[in-house]
């Protein structure tokens, strides 16, 4: 099995999960699906063993299970975490992070002065669930996570519109790029090509 056919497995068998909830859940609320790295896990096994990756997965699952907010979770590939939340309707971007942060602070820490010789962190994206799409929830706080981790500062991104614009700017140059190699409309020069017609 590939790993693109593993995350559509694990995406499935939680959206089955997520939706009865869902369905039963009342007015006035929003549902979000985080997305979470564990950034510095890779070095915990080379540094501390394999069995100290595995005591602080199972540390951040038991850690999951105690917070009530957290409606369901799971684990997928070997570091990534799904979760499953609720906000009261109008709550902001700003306060969901602030909130997801304030809550995972003091676990970090506690995660931190067990593996000093690392440097954890917990990248994290989020997307609101919109119309019941589950599946795309999903593929768009994978993608927020990704964004976050790139800046190796254990983040919380929306999946907002100015990632979307972001996306949308990077997939128009792509295109145009590509449509310009097929149309041969690039021109090359060699330096000394170049420095003759700058004279």
Sequence with gaps: MNINNEFIKYVQTFTDRIK???ES???GWEHFIFCVDIFGFRNINRLYGHEAGNRLLSAIDAFMERNDDILLHT???SDHFLYFVRYEKGTSDEEIIADRQSRVKGFLLS???KYPACRLNFPCG???IENADVERAIEEANFARKEAKRTGEGKTLSFNSELIKDISLQ???EESLNLALRDEQFCF???TESRSHHG
């Design 189 to 191: 020069f060699s330096s």
């Design 25 to 27: 859940s009342p007015e």
């Design 20 to 22: 009865p909830v869902l």
């Design 75 to 77: 684990r997928f590939y």
């Design 171 to 173: 997939r128009q140059l």
């Design 111 to 113: 995660q931190q002065q």
């Design 126 to 128: 989020f997307s609101r």
